[in-house]
Structures are given as structure tokens and as C-alpha cells.
């Protein structure tokens, strides 16, 4: 059997390994200095003026509805064309969930759409910046200042990404991301969230650890004070120093493996050219990609390519390959409580069928990307 390339392996050169040493060697492996000089070099990435390192971006979506008041039956504006997280974080508020469809060129937010849907009752958009791709966030921001709606960006996939050269945690209220073992930088599993909001960010730190008033640092520490007061019913949500630390190693080579993936995107979009009716992420000068995932739309109706046969050929060759993703709509829960058709959402239900994520990664080989091509072309 061939060697098998899997569908996302980790860049690590052994300074990850390196800084989890010198947190054990610390005997001090919770929430502590490691986090926070991670959250001060997040900023200085992106830009941001404040972040709070958390267990995940699911957290950072979750306190930031919080944070930003948003209640029982008030309206919050998001795709289906996502991860659960994304909306669940909206269910668990009591709030009232509102999807609407994606593009079909770069499959984030149409808000032509969520322009028209926009009234009173909407407190909060969440668009979701898919596969590294970025929604326009001027518009955006212009749309939503008018109507007093928050924005809280799902950066989940878009770590470097960026709207007219500036980074995206420069708009919105805040922005959530994901140090998850797929993503572009990776904790194993991990968060950020960050805005320019002092006062909110302050809220969201609160909430991640159990609404304490001083975290164990402070309270542990030899100029620490043992007693601490319950300011909100919080969470468990908090980032720890094990898990920054590997965090701040791979933030030194981001723009580095995001080169790296960069050329393997090309790679794909070359030696795919040939596969007559694919498409792919359409990708404008506006947008700095993050590159995070390969997505190819089958678009089966011209290319003739079914999915399932694809997946077939694929596993028969020893390639890893995943969907991202199957539109929330179609899921039970979902589909159940809202009573959702497939054609309420024409563009994500398309895509749901017909979209896969191919193998992706720094450190993936032109070899590789040629095997991968193969599979089309005896697919169709």
C-alpha cells in the first residue's frame, strides 16, 4: 500500500517541545505568566489591543454573546455553512437563531441576504470567515453601526486573514479564534478571543475563570492574596500555561507555514485545472487568506465527479480526505426544532453534497498533491 498522506499533520520543529519543558520545569502549568505573554504576542500579530487566551473558540464565541448582552429571543444572524459550535453557542444563550446562505464564490456570509433580514429585534451577526477566505467586514460594519447589531467574528479558520490589509481583529466587537490540532497554529486544543474593548475583555477574562475576581496566579503567588470574590456565574473556559506555551512556538513560524501552504494551494488549483467543471474558493485582492483548508466545490452537474465515488478512489489510495461542512440546516437538531427544508438555504444545501476538503498542509509535497489529482481524473 502507498504511503498515506494524511489530511492535516502539525509543523512542529521541536521549539514547541522546547517551551512545554521550560512550563514543567516551572512547576507551574495553569494559567499563569506563559499565558499571558502569549495573549501580548497574539495582539502584536494581529493587531489587536487586547486578548484573552481560552480553551477554545467555541468558549470565545460563547462569552463573547455574554459579554455583549445579548438575552433570551434576541436575534443573532449567522450561516449554516459552518461548524456546530457556531450556532450551538447561540442555542445554549436561549437566543434566537437566525441562519442565512453563504456565496457560492467564496462560501462566507451573503449579506446581501443578511442586509434584508436585519431589524430591531437582531442584536448580533456572526459571520464566519470559511476556509481562510474573509467576508467583506467594511460592509459589514457599516450595515450592523446602523442598526446597533454586534459583531462577533468566527475566525475559527482565518487566523492571518485579513480585509483591505488590515487583520481582522481590527472590526467587529470581538473576534473568536481556534488553536485547535487542525488549525494554522495549533495548542492541541485552545482559544483566543480579542477586541478593542477594554471593559469587554475584562467581562470575558472574568467569565472564563468561574467569575472569579483573581485567578490562581494572583492568589497563589508570593505577593497574592488567598481570598477572591464571585463577581458572575462563569465558566471553566480558561487557556493554560501548557498549552501557551506551545501556542507562542507556533505563532513564531505563522507566517512562515502560511507561506508554505500558500504554495501548496497553487500547487492544487495548477494541477486540478485540467478536471473540467471543479471550482474553487474564489479569492479576491481584497482579501488576505489564511489559507487554513483546500476546498473543492465537485459541482457535479458539469464535472460529472460524485463525491461518494471520490471518497472511494481516495481511501483506496491511502489519502485522507473530510467535508466542511454539511449545512446545520440538515442536521437533526437543527432541521427538527426549526423545521428547516434543504432548499432554505439553496447555496450551503449545494454544497453540503458536493464540496470535500482535500489534504492540506505545510509540509505537503507537489508528489503528494499529484496523487491527489489522480484521484479526480479516475473519478470521472
Request: overall charge positive; aromatic content about 10%.
Amino acid at each position: 500500500m502507498q504511503k498515506q498522506i494524511p489530511f492535516f499533520r502539525a509543523f512542529l520543529t521541536g521549539d514547541e517541545l522546547k517551551n512545554v519543558k521550560r512550563v514543567l520545569d516551572s512547576h507551574w502549568l495553569t494559567t499563569g505568566i506563559e499565558t499571558k505573554a502569549f495573549e501580548k504576542e497574539f495582539c502584536r500579530f494581529t493587531g489587536a489591543k487586547y486578548a484573552v487566551g481560552l480553551n477554545s473558540c467555541t468558549a470565545a464565541l460563547h462569552l463573547s454573546l455574554i459579554a455583549l448582552g445579548i438575552k433570551k429571543d434576541d436575534v443573532v444572524i449567522t450561516t449554516p455553512f459552518t461548524f456546530a459550535s457556531t450556532a450551538n453557542v447561540i442555542e445554549h444563550m436561549n437566543a434566537s437563531l437566525r441562519f442565512v446562505d453563504v456565496n457560492e464564490d467564496d462560501f462566507t456570509i451573503d449579506l446581501d441576504k443578511a442586509e434584508k433580514v436585519l431589524s430591531s429585534k437582531v442584536k448580533a451577526v456572526i459571520p464566519v470567515h470559511y476556509a481562510g477566505s474573509v467576508c467583506d467586514l467594511e460592509r459589514l460594519e457599516k450595515m450592523c453601526k446602523s442598526k446597533k447589531v454586534k459583531i462577533i467574528q468566527d475566525s475559527a479558520h482565518c487566523i492571518e486573514g485579513k480585509w483591505n490589509g488590515k487583520h481582522v481583529s481590527n472590526y467587529g466587537d470581538t473576534t473568536c479564534y481556534s488553536f485547535y490540532a487542525t488549525k494554522n497554529i495549533t495548542t492541541g486544543e485552545g482559544g483566543m478571543v480579542t477586541s478593542k474593548n477594554s471593559s469587554l475583555m475584562e467581562k470575558i477574562r472574568i467569565l472564563s475563570l468561574h467569575g472569579l475576581s483573581k485567578n490562581a496566579w494572583s492568589r497563589y503567588s508570593k505577593k497574592g492574596n488567598a481570598f477572591y470574590q464571585i463577581i458572575y456565574p462563569g465558566f471553566k473556559y480558561n487557556m493554560f500555561d501548557v498549552q501557551a506555551a506551545i501556542g507562542r512556538a507556533q505563532l513564531k513560524k505563522i507566517s512562515v507555514m502560511r507561506k508554505m501552504r500558500k504554495k501548496v494551494d497553487a500547487l492544487y488549483r495548477k494541477t486540478l485545472s485540467d478536471i473540467d467543471g471543479i471550482r474553487f474558493q474564489k479569492t479576491i485582492k481584497q482579501v488576505t487568506h489564511a489559507h487554513h483548508l483546500f476546498v473543492v466545490d465537485l459541482n457535479t452537474r458539469k464535472s460529472k465527479i460524485k463525491r461518494t465515488k471520490l471518497m472511494e478512489i481516495l481511501s483506496m489510495n491511502n489519502i485522507a480526505y473530510s467535508v466542511h461542512f454539511t449545512s446545520l440546516h440538515l442536521h437533526p437538531y437543527y432541521k427538527n426544532k426549526y423545521k428547516f427544508k434543504p432548499n432554505d438555504f439553496p447555496v450551503a444545501n449545494r454544497l453540503s453534497r458536493e464540496i470535500i476538503s482535500l489534504p492540506f498542509f505545510a509540509e505537503m509535497q507537489e508528489e503528494d498533491v499529484v496523487r491527489v489529482a489522480k484521484c479526480f481524473k479516475k473519478a470521472r
